[in-house]
C-alpha cells in the first residue's frame, strides 16, 4: 500500500480542492482510502464521496498516538492508496510552542511523506524561501514534494519550479493555474457538505471541473512515486463488532443533520449497537433504545423542521419518559423551543422563528458569534455520558439562550460551551452540547452512553 500526505502552507492554500481531485483520479487506480486531519465534518464528506470509502478524521488533540494508529489501520484495510489531506497550514495546531493538533503531528505519529501545496500567486524565487522554511522548521518532517497554486502562467511556474528544486532539493510535481473555478462552494462555516450539493448541477459541473484541471497539471506518477510503502493494513480490535447487538439507537441523519465522524458508527457496533438512521425533517422517530442527533445545518431548514411536528413531539415525549439522547451541536438547536433566524441573516428580508421540540427552555438565535475551536472539560457523574475528563471541539455561528435553571453536566477548562463555560446541558437522561466529542477519543463517554441506553430496556 502506498501512503502520504498533502498538505498547505496556510489556509486558502487550495489544499482541499487539490486533495479532492487527486482522490478521484486516483481512484482510476485502485482503492482509495482517505484521512482528514482535525476535528472537521465538511471535507471528509468530499473525500468519502469521491472514493467511495468512509473518510476517517485524525487529531492528536483529542486522541493518543496509539488511536490514531488505530484509525489509520483500521480504515486502511483492503486500499492500495492512503491519503491524508492537513489541515490549515502545516504546522498550526492548538499551541504556539508546540505541535498538538497539527498536520505535522499526524504526519510524525504515522512517519508519512509530505507534499506541500504553496499558495504561488505573485511569488516565484519567494516560493523556494518559504519551502525551506517549513522543511527547516522540524526536521522530523519530510517534505517530499511541492505542488505550486494560483500559477499565472508559464513563466511564472518555470521560475517558481527552478527556485524549488535547486534552493529546496525536493521536485514540484505540479502547478495549477490561478481559475475561478477552482473554488468549492462556500457557507458561514465553511464549505457546503457534500450530501448538500450533490445532485445539484453546477455543484457536480465544479467537481468534475476541478478534478480534470488537477487531472492536467499534477503528475501522478510522480506523485505516487513520493509515497510510502507499506504492507496491507490489519484490522484493530478496537472496532471488532460485538458478539451481540442488543441495542438500537436511533441516529439523526439528513439534509439537516449530518456531522458524524465515521469511525462513530463502528464504535457503536463494537459496543453492541444496532444503527437505525431516521431523518427528523421527513420521518417518524423509530423506536429505539436511545438516540444520537449529531450536528449540522439546522438553521437551514427551520420551516421543514416546524413542520414535522409528530417528529417534534415524539422526542419531547421519550425524553420526558427518560430515554437517552445525545446530541451535539446542531442537535441541541434542535432540542431548544424555537430558533430564531435573524433579519439580515444571509440576506434575510425579515426575522424568521420556527418551533422546535422544546426538550430545553430556551431558544437559538442566528447568527451569533462564531465559534471554532478545541474544548477541554469534565463530565458530571450521572449525566448520560458518564463522569469523565475530554477533549473536543466546538464548530458553531448560532447562539444558544437557556432558562437559567438549567443543569449543566460539563464544565469546561478550554472553550466557551452554551454559556460561561458550562455545556452540555441535562433535562432526564437527554444531554445537549456544543462540544463535538471524538467516538474514540471519547470511547469511555460513549460506552457510558450506549449502557445508559441498554438499561433502558
Not at 63 to 75: A, C, E, H, M, P
Not at 186 to 194: A, D, E, Q, T
Not at 308 to 326: F, K, L, Q, W
Request: aromatic residues 8%.
Amino acid at each position: 500500500m502506498k501512503s502520504l500526505l498533502i498538505t498547505g502552507d496556510r489556509s486558502g492554500s487550495g489544499k482541499t480542492s487539490i486533495t479532492l481531485a487527486l482522490a478521484a483520479l486516483l481512484k482510476q487506480r485502485g482503492t482509495v482510502q482517505t484521512f482528514k486531519v482535525g476535528m472537521d465534518y465538511i471535507d471528509p464528506s468530499y473525500l468519502a464521496a469521491v472514493s467511495g470509502r468512509p473518510c476517517r478524521n485524525l487529531d492528536n488533540f483529542v486522541l493518543g498516538d496509539g488511536q490514531i494508529r488505530s484509525i489509520f489501520s483500521y480504515g486502511c484495510q483492503g486500499a492500495d492508496i492512503a491519503l491524508v489531506e492537513g489541515v490549515r497550514g502545516l504546522y498550526e495546531g492548538a499551541e504556539a510552542l508546540d505541535d498538538s493538533g497539527s498536520t505535522a503531528a499526524i504526519a510524525k505519529v504515522l512517519d508519512l511523506p509530505v507534499v506541500l501545496v504553496v499558495s504561488a500567486q505573485s511569488i516565484t524565487r519567494s516560493a523556494a524561501a518559504i519551502v525551506k522554511g517549513f522543511q527547516a522548521f522540524d526536521a522530523d518532517i519530510r517534505i517530499a514534494g511541492v505542488i505550486l497554486n494560483q500559477v499565472k502562467g508559464g513563466t511564472h511556474r518555470e521560475k517558481a519550479t527552478r527556485a524549488i528544486e535547486h534552493y529546496c532539493g525536493v521536485p514540484v510535481i505540479g502547478a495549477i493555474p490561478r481559475m475561478e473555478e477552482m473554488m468549492l462552494a462556500m457557507r458561514h462555516l465553511g464549505l457546503v457538505p457534500y450530501r448538500e450539493g450533490a445532485g445539484r448541477g453546477d455543484f457536480d459541473d465544479r467537481i468534475r471541473t476541478i478534478t480534470g484541471i488537477i487531472g492536467n497539471h499534477v503528475d501522478l506518477d510522480r506523485l505516487l512515486a513520493l509515497a510510502k510503502e507499506t504492507p496491507p493494513a490489519r484490522g484493530d480490535t478496537l472496532f471488532s463488532p460485538a458478539p451481540e447487538q442488543d441495542v438500537r439507537i436511533g441516529v439523526a441523519y439528513d439534509e439537516a443533520f449530518n456531522f458524524y465522524y465515521a469511525d462513530l458508527f463502528d464504535v457503536l457496533s463494537s459496543l453492541g449497537v444496532t444503527v437505525v438512521q431516521f431523518s427528523p425533517i421527513h420521518d417518524r422517530l423509530p423506536d429505539a433504545d436511545g438516540y444520537i442527533m449529531g450536528g449540522g445545518y439546522p438553521e437551514l431548514f427551520v420551516p421543514e423542521l416546524e413542520a414535522n411536528d409528530r417528529m417534534r413531539e415524539a422526542i419531547c415525549e421519550v425524553s420526558r419518559n427518560g430515554t437517552p439522547i445525545y446530541a451535539e451541536c446542531g442537535g441541541l438547536m434542535y432540542l431548544t423551543d424555537r430558533m430564531v433566524l435573524k433579519e439580515g441573516w444571509q440576506g434575510r428580508k425579515t426575522e424568521l422563528s420556527g418551533a422546535m421540540c422544546g426538550v430545553f427552555a430556551g431558544e437559538t438565535t442566528m447568527p451569533a458569534r462564531r465559534v471554532v475551536s478545541y474544548v477541554e472539560g469534565t463530565s458530571a457523574k450521572g449525566c448520560p455520558m458518564g463522569a469523565s475528563r475530554f477533549r473536543g471541539h466546538e464548530f458553531h455561528y448560532s447562539g444558544v439562550v437557556l432558562d437559567p435553571s438549567t443543569t449543566y453536566a460539563y464544565r469546561l477548562s478550554r472553550g466557551i460551551g452554551i454559556q460561561d463555560t458550562c455545556d452540555g446541558a441535562v433535562r432526564n437522561n437527554t444531554l445537549g452540547s456544543y462540544t463535538h466529542l471524538h467516538p474514540v477519543g471519547s470511547l469511555d463517554m460513549f460506552r457510558n452512553f450506549v449502557d445508559c441506553c441498554r438499561g433502558r430496556r
